[in-house]
C-alpha cells in the first residue's frame, strides 16, 4: 500500500509538471470587428419615440403582432420578445416635462441587439448556431442548427436573444441587422424608415466618426443629420438642434465594442443600458477554458496518471481475487 | 470490479417489488409523465415558471446541474478505491455506482425535455455544428461520455446476473482505463458546470462569480460525493432493514471533513481576494442566502468535530444532509438568487415544474429498489 502510494505520488508529480508545461498561459484577448463592420448609430436626441422602426422591423422580419392593450387591436410590444426583435423604450422622470433631461424629463432608448464585436452568445453556443460574420460582422442566427439551450438568452450582458415559450417548436429571436435584406441592395429596415435619422444605418467606422463629430458640435446649434444609410446618402438630411450629449459613445468599448453604438442626453444607465467593462465576458470564460483544454493537453495528462494509478491498483484487485 | 480485503461478494437482495412505497413513486413518475406530455404539445410555457431573464430554471439547475453533484457518489468513492487505492471502501463501490448511473442517466435525459429544439440535440456531438469554445459543448459532451463509461463500469453487475463470465473477464482486463476515464471526466464535467457561469459576467452576484468556480463546483462535487454515500448507506440499510456499516463510514466522513475544509479555505480567500466580503453584509436576499450557504458547508465540520460524533450514525446522517443542501444552495444561489438580468424578471418554479423534478427523483429511487433487488449490487451479508 505505501509502495502504491509513492507511486501515485511520483505520478501525480510527473503529471503535475506536464500539466504545468502544457497548459497555454496566455489570455485569449477580446476579439475584434472586421474593418467592414456595420452597424448603427442610434442617437437617443434625435428619436421622437414614433415607433416606426418597431413596425418596419415587425414587417421586414415576418414577425407576429404582440398586444399589451385589452383590445388587442394594434401592435403595442412593452419588450423585445420572441415576437418582437426591436422596441423603443420610454424613460421619464418626475413630472417628464422636457426632452432629453435626466430630472423631470424624458427620453427613448432603442433595444435590439448590439451586434458586439466579441458576442457572449456566439461564445456561448455550444452548436455553432450563433455566428459572427466574418465581412459584415453580424451577429447571426440560424435555427436550424440551434437546439434551443438557451445558454444564448442567459449569457447575453444586454438581455438581447429571446426565446418562444409558447410554441411546441420554438426558436430563438434576435435582431440580426435585415441580412436578409443586405443581400438585396437594402439595410436595417428601422433605419431606412427613421424620420428624423435617429436610427442611421452604415459602416461602423463611419458610424464612430459621425458620433464624434455630433460629441464636438456646439449645444444648441442647428446642424444637419444624415438619415438613413450613412454611406449611400440615400436620403436627405435632417435638421435639428444639437443636444446636451452625455460626452461617451455607448458601445464604443462596452465589452470589447459593439457594431450599434449610441448617444443620448440621459445617462445611459438611466435607460436601461448597463456599464460594462471593457475586457469581453466570452474572452474572460474563453481564457479559462482553453486554460484548462487548450490541445487537450492537461486533460490528456491527468488521464495518463489516472491510467497508470487505476491499472496498479486494479490489478492488485485482482491478486487478491485469487 | 471483483472483491478486495476479503469483503463478501455482492448479491441481489430479493423480495417484493411492489409495495405501497413503489406504487406511490410509480404514480409520482407518470404524474411527471402527464406534464411533459402537455410541454411537447404546447411549449415550455404551458408547464414552467420559466422566461426571458430566468431562462433556465429548475430543469436545468435542479435536474442537471444538482441532479448530477448528486450523483457524484459514483465518482467520489472510485477515485478514494482505484486512484488512492483505499481497497476497504471497496464494498461502496458497486450501491455508489449504482446511485450515480441512475442520477446521471436521468440528468442526461432531463437536458431533452428542457431542451426547445430537442430534435437538434445531436448537433452538438457534430464536427461541423460542434462549438468548442462553448462551455456548454465541454459540459454536454463529458456528461455523455460519462454516462456511458459509467454503463460499462457498472456492467459487471449485469454479465454476473446472466453468467456471462467471458465477457466479464474480456471486461475485467480493460476496466483500468475505463475506471480512469469514469475518475476523470466528472472531474472535468463538475468543474464545467461552476464554468458555465463565468461568460454571464456582471449579472453574477460578486458573492458568487469568480474564475474559481470552477474549482469551487469541483470541490464540493466530490464532498458531496462522500455526504451521498453515507446518506445513501443509511436510507438503505433502514430501507432494507440491514446493518450500517460504520467503520467505513466513519472513516469516510473524516475525507469528507477535510475535503470540506480545503473547500471552505479556498472559498474565503476567494473572496477576499476579489474584494466581495462587503457584499456578504448587505441588507439584501443575495446576503442572507450566502449566509445560509456558508452556515450549511460549515456545519458538517461542527457537528463531525470530535471523532466519537463519527461512530454516531445519526450525526453523520445529519452531517451529510447539511453538506447536500449546502451543495444544492451553492448552486441554487450562483444559477438563481445571485442572477439578475435587470429590473421586473422574476422566477420561482410552478407546481408541474416542482412534479417534474420530483417525477425524476421517483424515477431514480424505484430504479434502485428494482436493481438492488434483481441485480449483485449490496455485498452480501454474514
Redesign the interface.
Known sequence: ?SI??RN?LKGALAGGTLLAAGAPVEARPNKTMPPDAVGLLYDSTLCIGCKACVAACKEANDMPPEFSTTEQLWDTPLDI?GKTLNVIKMYKDGTGETKDVEKDGFAFMKVSCLHCADP?CV???????MTKDPVTGIVGYD?????????C???C?F?VP???????????SKCQLCRHRIADGKYSACAEVCPTGATLFGKVTDLQAEAKRRLALKPGEESQFPRGNLNTHDQSPHTAKVAHYIPEVYGEKE?GGTQVIKLSAVPFDQL?M?K??ERS??S???T???T??GGLLA?LA??GV??Y??????????N??K | M????NHPAPAPLGGQLVTPATLILAALVVIALGILAVR???????V?N????Y??GIWVVYDVVIGSAFACGGYSVALL?????K?EY?PMVRPALLASLFGYTLAGAGVIF?????W??W??F?P????V??????V?VCITAYIIVMWIEFSPAFLEKFGLKDAKKKL?RV???I???G??LP??HQ?SLG??L??????IHPLWQT?LL?LLYLMTALAIGFAIVIFEACLSSSGFKRPLEMHLLGKLSNVMTWMLAAYLAVRVADLVVRGAVPSMFQPNVEALMFWIEMALFVAPLVILARPEARRNPAKLFVAAVCLMLAGFLLRINSFLVG?E??PGWHYFPSVSEIMVSIGMIALEILGYIVLVRYLPIMPKEA
Request: charge should be neutral.
Open positions: 500500500m502504491n502510494r501515485f420578445s457572449s461564445s456561448a453556443c455550444p452548436v455553432s448556431a435555427k436550424s442548427i440551434c437546439i434551443g439551450c438557451r445558454y438568452v442567459a449569457a450582458p438581455g429571446r426565446f418562444q415559450y409558447d410554441r411546441a417548436l420554438p426558436q430563438i465589452v436601461g448597463p460594462l467593462p465576458y466570452a474572460v470564460s474563453e479559462m477554458q482553453h484548462l483544454y486533460p491527468f488521464l489516472l491510467t494509478v487505476a491499472k496498479r491498483n486494479v490489478k492488485d484487485d485482482e487478491d481475487d | 471483483s472483491t478486495t480485503h411537447f404539445l404546447f411549449g415550455l410555457g404551458a414552467t420559466i422566461n426571458d431573464g431562462t433556465w478505491v482505484y486512484i488512492f487505492n481497497g471497496h428542457d431542451l426547445g429544439r430537442y437538434n440535440f448537433h452538438i457534430w461541423g455544428y460542434a462549438q469554445n462553448s462551455v456548454m459543448f465541454e454536454a475485467s476496466l483500468f482505463f475506471i480512469a476515464l475518475t476523470l472531474s472535468m468543474s464554468s458555465l463565468v461568460v454571464f459576467g456582471y449579472q474564475v470552477p442572477y438580468t435587470g
